[in-house]
């Protein structure tokens, strides 16, 4: 199974990017899915997750209102809608996949989804 997120960039604040997970290996349609992200020297943090087929959505609380994740199954990709970025948002921004729900507080760490993809590089200019 492979995860491969893209459509990073750079931006500036206030400006709006999506990125997208194209997964392969697998359906999507029975994993969870989720965005993280990662400053470098810092620890990685929870993004946001969607469930199975879109009917639960979590969100950390500095993307709350900002951001929205979707999931198309049949396409078995999954996407990060963020508008009004700031330059705190500038960091590597992750997909992964997991069977169930991984709290938010063991979301830092790769090992504990199933599945974790290759980052995309979002920046933020001021």
């Known amino acids: 199974v492979q995860l491969q997120a893209s459509g990073g960039g750079w931006v500036q604040a206030g400006g709006s990017l999506r990125l997208s997970c194209a997964i392969s290996?697998?359906?999507?349609?029975?994993?969870?899915m989720y965005w993280i992200r990662q400053v470098p020297g810092k620890e990685r943090e929870f993004v946001a997750a969607i469930r199975w087929f879109g009917d639960a959505t979590y969100y950390g609380d500095s993307v709350k209102g900002r951001f929205t994740i979707s999931r198309d199954n049949p396409k078995n990709m999954a996407y990060l809608q963020m508008n009004n970025l700031k330059p705190e948002d500038t960091a590597v921004y992750y997909c992964?996949?997991?069977?169930?729900?991984?709290?938010?507080?063991?979301?830092?760490?790769?090992?504990?989804?199933?599945?974790y993809g290759q980052g995309t590089q979002v920046t933020v200019s001021s």
């Open positions: 992964a996949a997991d069977p169930g729900l991984v709290e938010s507080s063991m979301a830092s760490s790769p090992g504990n989804y199933a599945y």
């Open positions: 290996g697998r359906t999507i349609s029975s994993l969870y």
